[in-house]
């Protein structure tokens, strides 16, 4: 994937302008990417734990949240241990950010989790968060 932007919306332009995402594609109503290197995401290929974090925002607040929060916080994501991917969905007609994400076990998400309460990103939520974060876990279907 290269540097380039393709963005859709004002508010995303405006982020990609101060340097907040160094590889984003944006889609729809929001769909923001990140990704590891390609030698990650190829020896993880049929093993990885997927995450899905789904987030009802406080009514009009869901963009807000991506662009004030996890626009600045989500790009050092590709500097923890076992991460391979995060793509970030803001459902076109509700307060909800859908988060996937893919690491290389679960055990790492776990500690990236860990770190990411221990410095205060799920204070940073609670004026957007209309309820607590559903986590679910999967694994790919074997072929």
């Known amino acids: 994937m290269s540097d380039k932007f393709q963005i859709e919306n004002k508010s995303q ?13 944006t889609v729809g109503a929001g769909m923001v990417l990140f990704r590891s ?7 993880t290929k049929g093993s ?5 974090v789904e987030l009802k925002t406080k009514p009009g ?4 949240l991506c662009s004030e929060v996890f626009g600045p916080a989500f790009p050092a994501t590709r500097n923890y241990d076992g991460f391979i991917e995060l793509i970030v969905y803001i459902e ?12 290389k076990r679960k ?3 776990e500690k990236y989790l860990k770190g990411r ?4 990103l799920a204070d940073a939520l609670a004026p957007y968060a209309a309820a607590a974060p559903v986590i679910r876990f999967f694994d790919p279907s074997p072929e």
């Open 13 to 25: 332009n405006e982020l990609s302008k101060r340097g907040f995402f160094r590889e984003v594609s």
């Open 37 to 43: 290197s390609l030698s990650a995401q190829a020896e």
């Open 48 to 52: 990885f734990t997927m995450v899905s």
């Open 61 to 64: 607040k869901a963009q807000a």
């Open 92 to 103: 076109q007609a509700q307060d909800t950010v859908l988060i996937i994400e893919k690491w």
């Open 107 to 109: 055990e790492y998400y």
């Open 117 to 120: 309460i221990d410095t205060g």
